[in-house]
């Protein structure tokens, strides 16, 4: 706004002050010669102009007033840039979040081959020795009461993702030394290729090593395993199964340590049940019990161990010396070098996620002694 200065030096906004002012500058004219006619009418000419001058010069200042205020205050409509559309994340891209963190990650789905089945089969004898040599005519497979032709035959060496459960609790304190040389001498029948991870036990789970190549690592690791407290061994499993969604190899198996029983578990025994038929996994046991067990626990030990490996396709070998227990690893490290995986593609594909069996049949070489057959029992089908 412009801005009118007054006699006093400051600056004055009112039309008051010009009068004052002009008013002034009037009085100041000497009164010795008062002014003449002609002289008077341009006094009062010149003061019409003044006085007409000043609504002028108000109007011009607020409108300049105006015009500088809009300057800085206008609200200015832009024509809106249309935003870039956002990136959307490719189809086989999805994203999870961590609550607890609040972090998220994208992850690529799990890409299964679920209308190929492998079903492997371990034989053994009357003496439980194992059986090799046979042929694909050897096997029948069904599904259901439906039989399924075997598409795929192998009895090869192939690497294995193998997790070790180690029972720590404090009834294994006498037991303790033997079964980490058991360990160990599993250990000696792995392959280059192979991979492990380890879960000791007690009042619960505790992963000691994640999946390495590296045996010497686990066997540090588990020197500072120390008996003591109660047997969580249901979580133990639970935990182990669900480790093996990391594994890298198809053919996967758990072996467990223990002397049975479990008296520390969040998980019943029929969840256990439902999440090892869900898993490809199979379990090995080597159950080491005290012949004259007083709890509930020790005695039912031996049966939870041999329903939940047989379920697998795996099963249990059950010592009362522990000084076997090396000789028993061993045994389990070559069997698993030594099973026939069978594999077909069902003749029938209903996508119902239901449950669906499968029975293995031996048609041995004549000469042989009846021979026992082990592999899973079944499977879920895909739900879509």
């Not at 075997?150 to 294994?172: H, Y």
């Not at 304190?173 to 980490?180: E, G, I, Q, T, V």
């Not at 019943?268 to 199979?282: G, L, Y």
Request: glycine share 6%.
């Amino acid at each position: 706004m412009a801005r009118l200065m007054g006699d006093d030096g400051r600056r004055s906004f009112r039309p008051e002050a010009l009068v004052r002012n002009s008013l002034a500058r009037r009085a100041s004219y000497p009164m010795s010669a008062p002014p003449s006619g002609l002289h008077l009418v341009q006094m009062l000419e010149k003061s019409m102009r003044v006085w007409v001058a000043i609504p002028l010069c108000l109007f011009v200042s607020l409108v300049v007033a105006v015009q500088a205020q809009s300057d800085v205050n206008d609200v200015h409509i832009q024509q809106r840039t249309p935003d870039k559309p956002k990136d959307v994340p490719k189809p086989e891209l999805i994203s999870s979040i961590n609550a607890a963190n609040g972090l998220s990650a994208r992850v690529r789905p799990m890409k299964v081959d679920v209308d190929l089945v492998l079903v492997p089969v371990t034989i053994t004898d009357p003496l439980n020795r194992l059986v090799t040599g046979l042929e694909k005519d050897n096997f029948q497979l069904f599904e259901g009461n439906v039989g399924q032709q075997i598409q795929t035959f192998s009895s090869e060496d192939a690497p294995v993702s193998l997790g070790v459960i180690f029972d720590s609790s404090g009834s294994m304190s006498s037991k303790m030394d033997r079964a980490k040389d058991a360990v160990v001498e599993f250990f000696k029948t792995a392959n280059p290729q192979d991979e492990f991870f380890m879960i000791t036990f007690s009042d619960e789970p505790e992963q000691i090593s994640d999946f390495t190549s590296s045996v010497d690592e686990l066997q540090n690791r588990l020197v500072f395993a120390i008996p003591r407290h109660r047997t969580a061994l249901l979580d133990a499993i639970y935990m182990g199964v669900s480790k093996m969604r990391q594994a890298k190899y198809p053919k996967k198996a758990l072996l467990i340590i223990s002397d049975g029983g479990d008296n520390h578990s969040r998980y019943t025994e029929n969840e256990i049940r439902s999440v090892v038929k869900e898993a490809d996994v199979m379990i090995y046991a080597i159950g080491i019990y005290d012949r004259y067990a007083s709890a509930q626990e020790e005695r039912l030990g031996p049966q939870l161990l041999s329903d939940i490996t047989e379920l697998s396709g795996g099963r249990a070998f059950t010592i009362d010396n522990p000084n076997d227990l090396g000789d028993v690893a061993t045994k389990i490290g070559i069997e698993l070098r030594n099973q026939y995986v069978l594999g077909y593609r069902p003749s029938k594909i209903v996508r119902d996620g239901k449950w669906r069996k499968i029975k293995v049949k031996l048609l041995p070489p004549k000469g042989l002694p009846p021979l026992r057959v082990y592999a899973r029992t079944g499977y879920y089908a895909p739900a879509e």
